[in-house]
């Protein structure tokens, strides 16, 4: 599907009204930079990536105008999350419960303790489950924007995340943290990967932009102290965006990593593999249509790999030589294989899962109880009908392989709160918008809240607004106008 340019511009154009207008206000009324000179780049660069946009890289670009390098560099300040209130000075926060998850990981030899990490959050907050999800703690807030994050496989007290230049880790479970700068320039760090026969082996893989985006990945031998960049070219002049990246349990010298690449014409998926620990790399997008977002490799048979496009979940059982595409059609941000049964795969899409039986041909979807693009999934390791769903809403979890879900977000409040209305006959009456989710109301000054209908065509809410003289009419400004 290709997006008109008029379109595209009169996104951006808002994008750019936005980001003048914070800074503008941030800076208390004095304009710390002209927005066509905070922008130019960026907008030239995701111009130039929509003009031929499908419609879910179209939103990855939506939120790209909000990553930490444009948001830091420019002095954007972060979103709200949760609400709270006051009357003594001191603040409690009032919910509601969930918000934007990115990484969910579960202790490797015990199942019922989970960690889960905020995504697009300042500071981003680590929360811990001693119950299986049942209820949240937060253990610890890292400063900085993690977009990724992973936990030792045969050291479960330590801990990476990934922001930017620095990698943070943690020797104590996520107590406290450490920083290190990992490159000279301002990656997007989309995975990291612990290599489980040497916890001294770490890969972290993304991209960067420099004339174009390059997909690189960061390397350390010696457990985070020191680190060494690989660019991962496709052919000719093609810029590349790396979204997934796995590395074979079987040697720590065989990596994948995959993603999008723009030859300045036309858009593809990219998928890369190296045999030598990132050092050289090889053009493996063969027999495979749409961009890539997912990779799995099969816990048994290192050969088998599946890859998660936005076209369907391909199948390789020659280490990525050629491949089968399953039958059907599927969109697939996130795949998961089943640790018990390598057969069983789950892969996660928006507001949905979908369930293979037979090692990734066929697929039954399922919804009962999912809301959000899912950002994690786990299979649980000692009870394998026992999943988990991290989305841009909360945490979900399915007790019966993924057929029904129900949220497990007590204890997690990390939601973005982007509007807010008060009713001024009754100001324990307000609204409220919480972002990527819904509207959701409270009459008892937060104690509860209750979630409303959906009516929502683009995603989010502009304003909220209560009529003064009756209560009962709202007003929605959504943001599609």
């Known amino acids: 599907m290709r997006i008109k340019t008029s379109i595209v511009r009169s996104l951006f154009c808002g994008i750019i009204f936005l980001a003048a207008t914070m800074v503008f206000a941030q800076s208390g009324g004095h304009l710390m930079r002209p927005p ?15 003009e031929n946009c499908h419609p879910a890289k179209l939103k990855l670009l939506r939120q790209q105008a ?7 560099q ?46 697009n959050s300042y500071p981003t907050q680590f929360f811990k489950s001693i119950n299986g999800g049942g209820t949240w703690n937060c253990v610890s807030s890292i400063p900085d ?102 590395v074979s349990p079987a040697d720590p010298n065989v990596l994948y990593i995959g993603g999008e690449r723009y030859d300045g014409y036309t858009y593809a998926g990219g998928l890369f593999k190296s045999t030598d620990g990132g050092a050289n790399w090889s053009d493996i997008y063969t027999g495979i249509s749409g961009y890539l977002y997912a990779i799995a490799i099969d816990p048994t048979a290192q050969n088998k790999i599946y890859i998660g496009t936005s076209s369907g979940v391909y199948r390789s059982s020659d280490s990525g030589t050629n491949w089968t595409m399953n039958n059907g059609w599927l969109y697939c941000y996130e795949l998961a294989i089943d640790p018990r049964n390598s057969k069983i795969l789950y892969s996660g899409c928006s507001g949905q899962i979908f369930k293979s039986t037979d090692g990734g041909m066929n697929w039954t979807s399922y919804q009962g109880g999912l809301k959000g693009m899912c950002y994690s999934l786990l299979v649980d390791h000692a009870a394998s009908n026992t999943i988990y769903y991290g989305s841009s809403v909360g945490i979900f979890k399915s007790s019966n392989s993924g057929v029904s879900w129900s949220e497990t977000n007590t204890g997690l409040i990390t939601s973005s709160i ?64």
């Open 145 to 246: 924007y993690i977009y990724s994050a992973a936990i030792d496989p045969n050291n479960p007290s330590v801990f990476y995340a990934a922001c930017g230049m620095y990698m943070y880790k943690s020797i104590d479970s996520g107590l406290t943290w450490s920083r290190n700068q990992i490159a000279t320039v301002w990656p997007y760090i989309s995975n990291i990967s612990v290599c489980p026969t040497n916890s001294n082996i770490i890969y972290a893989a993304g991209y960067y932009s420099d004339t174009k985006s390059i997909m690189v990945v960061y390397k350390t031998i010696n457990g985070g102290n020191d680190w060494t960049s690989f660019v991962v070219s496709p052919p000719g002049d093609q810029a590349g965006w790396a979204n997934c990246f796995a």
């Open 418 to 481: 982007t509007s807010m209305a008060v009713v001024p006959s009754d100001p324990k009456t307000l609204y409220i918008e919480f972002a990527n989710n819904a509207i959701f109301k409270t009459t008892d000054s937060g104690a509860h809240w209750n979630r409303l209908s959906e009516f929502l065509a683009c995603g989010n809410i502009g304003a909220l607004a209560v009529n003064s003289t009756s209560p009962n009419i709202t007003y929605a400004l959504e943001g599609s106008g």
């Open 66 to 72: 909000f990553y930490p390098e444009f948001r830091l």
């Open 36 to 50: 066509q000179v905070i922008c130019q780049n960026f907008l030239t660069e995701k111009m130039l990536e929509m």
């Open 74 to 119: 420019n002095h954007f300040p972060p979103p709200i999350d949760h609400l709270s209130k006051s009357s003594t000075g001191s603040w409690i926060s009032l919910g509601p419960e969930g918000g934007w998850i990115g990484t969910l990981l579960m202790h490797p030899t015990d199942h019922n303790i989970l960690y889960a990490l905020t995504y």
